[in-house]
Each structure stands twice: as C-alpha cells, then as structure tokens.
C-alpha cells in the first residue's frame, strides 16, 4: 500500500505567522511519531501518538508547538507565530504499533523569512 | 534520558569496501533501529534490532544489548549506499525515540 505521506513538501513563511504540516500515516498504524532535522544534524523527537492514547508530546521544544492526531489517521503539527530557529525539515513516521519499524515520510521543508 | 552516540561521524569508502558502523547507547534498550537517509533526504528502515543478528543482502547488523552496543556491516559498497546512517533507541519506559548524529558515508566509484 502507499506509504507515509506529508504535505506540504515545501513551505515559507514570514516570521510571526502560523503554519500546519500534515501527515498521512501508513493505514493501519496506530503509532506515529513527528521529529524534526535542522540542516546537516540528527533527529529530534517531537511527539508520539499511540491509538486512543494520551500523545507523549515531552518533545515540542516550546508552547507555540502543538499537535493533533484523529483516531489513527491524520495527524497535524501546528507552529504559531514562526520564528526563525523554527526552519528545518518537520519528519513524519508511522509504525504498525509502539514497538515497530519505523516508516518515514519525504518531511516537509519549512523556511522561515 | 538514554544517550545515543555514533561512530566514525565520516567515512569515505571506495566502492566495493566493506565497513563497519557502531552505535553505542547508555541505557539498556528493547528496541534499537538503524536507519538510512539518502541524499535526497528520505529515511529508509533498515533493521529492527533488540538484539542479536539479521542480515538483508549486503547489509547485516548486530546488536549486543548487555554491553550497550549495536554494529552495521556494509559488504562491498555501492555509490548507492552513499547517504547518513542513523540508529535510534528509545529512553526507558517511553517510546521517545533518541537518534545518534548520524555517520555520514560516502563511496567513491
């Protein structure tokens, strides 16, 4: 079947405005995980969700940060009021259950101006 | 929180090489992932791997838990295998997953 999916690829923005990502996780996947990579460095974690369960979101680096999951669809991360350091690309994965292999999306490349 | 750390941070190979990758963790894991990152960006899931050994083609891994250590072997490179290599853990009691800083390897034809 189709894998991760996430839109956009792309996105810049002015500093102060909001933006949301979007992730499509692979169908069936009750875990998924949003991580973020600055330019030339590792991942970050950012937040999990695992079914109905409350989100480990111990990762968002501050308040303007947030993130919602529908069941074990769709999941959204939300930056308000975009600051430079935010720039990077935002990675989404999917895993069949807590304990699974990974499956990543292209990640969305955001610019912040 | 578990502490993630890879070796060599570079390495440059001429093709058809072998090498081998290490990622040492300060925690015990029950779960360890190694992972490639191409140059287009895109990471591919290479091993699930707790412990023990599994091979898939020219790529193996090794992970021996109670010393707190995982290895990937590369056979004979490909230009292909170019990319970042990344292994990850989670911290104990959680699935926030920690990734390494990578080893960043380049073949050569």
């Known amino acids: 079947g189709a894998g991760v999916s996430q839109s956009p690829s792309n996105k810049v923005t002015e500093k102060g405005k909001d933006v949301e990502l979007r992730c499509d996780p692979i169908?069936?996947?009750?875990?998924l995980y949003w991580y973020r990579q600055r330019l030339g460095q590792g991942l970050e974690f950012l937040i999990y969700f695992q079914g109905n369960s409350a989100p480990d979101k111990s990762g968002l680096p501050s308040d303007r940060f947030s993130a919602e999951r529908t069941g074990e669809s769709v999941s959204t991360l939300t930056i308000q009021r975009t600051q430079q350091e935010d720039s990077a690309v935002y990675l989404c994965?999917?895993?069949?259950?807590?304990?699974?292999?990974?499956?990543f999306g292209p990640g969305t490349r955001l610019l912040v101006l | 929180g578990i502490q993630v750390e890879q070796s060599p941070p570079d390495l440059i190979l001429q093709e058809g090489a072998n090498s081998t990758l290490r990622c040492n963790f300060s925690d015990s894991v029950n779960n360890l992932q190694w992972f490639h990152q191409n140059p287009w960006g895109q990471l591919i899931n290479l091993f699930y791997?707790?412990?023990g050994t599994k091979q898939n083609g020219r790529l193996s891994a090794t992970t021996v838990a109670t010393e707190r250590y995982s290895l990937l072997y590369i056979s004979s490179s490909q230009t292909t295998d170019s990319g970042v290599y990344f292994c990850?853990?989670?911290?104990?009691?959680?699935?926030?997953?920690?990734f390494g800083t990578g080893t960043r390897l380049k073949v050569l034809a």
């Open positions: 994965a999917s895993s069949r259950d807590s304990q699974g292999t990974q499956y």
């Open positions: 791997i707790p412990s």
């Open positions: 990850a853990a989670p911290t104990s009691g959680t699935y926030k997953y920690i």
């Open positions: 169908s069936g996947h009750t875990a």
